[in-house]
């Protein structure tokens, strides 16, 4: 038997991204295996948490964070080989399981009434200390004055995908979670969903950078993330994607 060049046994790249891209992603990997018949591993969870994982070594060679600061903190640790990129834009959905009585509205008035009724007795968001969306739906219940009445009864999600199964799941009466989530149609089938307005919380921008041990498939994924094709399915699943070529 022949011997195989070293190349042959290259693992495809580690990708460490958001889960609140997961069903774009998916989506964005497929079209770049057909286009280019190179695949590469992708890892999701919340950004907070790949941070950490980055700097203590972790062998990703690309991260796609749900939020620009933690591209910063790499960036300015020197652990980042890129300045931080713009990829997309995210924004909050509303949700509750397709069969509750809770009436959605973009200024929370069913959510109050539900609450102030004993309606709600779990309600689920991203864990705010390392999760984007978290956070974000954090701003979102101090605006409208719920945060501390509604604390008791948060269910927090590991990350955004996990907040996202728990609102649709049954096991909360409602939540916010990513609208690229509930977008989604093994999502949107179970969930009624309403887009909510980013008016009321910082922006949801997202960004990505290659890491130091970046091989060539890895910076073709990055190109190809910003390419038309993959933009274009980022706007899909309800995401504002930047004007070409801006950082």
């Not at 295996?33 to 695949?39: D, E, L, N």
């Not at 790949?50 to 070594?57: E, P, S």
């Not at 080989?81 to 200024?107: F, H, M, R």
């Not at 060539?216 to 190109?223: G, I, N, P």
């Amino acid at each position: 038997m022949g011997l195989l060049a070293p190349s042959a046994w290259a693992q495809p790249p580690a990708i460490a991204a958001a889960a609140n891209i997961k069903f774009a992603l998916d989506e964005i990997a497929a079209e770049f295996q057909q286009q280019t018949g190179q695949q590469v591993r992708i890892s999701y969870g919340s950004s907070g948490n790949f941070v950490a994982q980055i700097r203590h070594g972790a062998p990703f060679e690309l991260f796609l964070s749900a939020d620009h600061k933690y591209l910063q903190q790499l960036s300015q640790d020197g652990v980042a080989i890129t300045a931080p990129q713009l990829y997309a834009s995210g924004k909050l959905a509303l949700v509750t399981p397709k069969n509750s009585p809770i009436s959605l509205d973009p200024e929370l008035q069913g959510i109050k009434q539900a609450l102030a009724q004993g309606q709600i007795k779990r309600f689920t968001i991203a864990n705010p200390e390392h999760a984007p969306y978290g956070e974000r739906a954090q701003e979102v219940l101090e605006h409208y004055g719920l945060w501390q009445p509604m604390e008791s009864f948060l269910i927090l999600g590991e990350n955004a995908s996990q907040a996202a199964q728990f609102a649709i799941s049954g096991s909360t009466q409602a939540g916010i979670v990513a609208l690229s989530l509930a977008k989604a149609p093994q999502f949107a089938a179970k969930a009624n969903i309403l887009e909510l307005p980013e008016s009321y919380h910082q922006p949801l921008t997202q960004y990505m950078s290659l890491l130091p041990n970046a091989g060539d498939t890895a910076k073709a994924f990055y190109q190809f993330i910003l390419s038309d094709k993959a933009q274009t399915i980022f706007k899909h699943y309800g995401f504002a994607v930047p004007e070409s070529g801006k950082p």
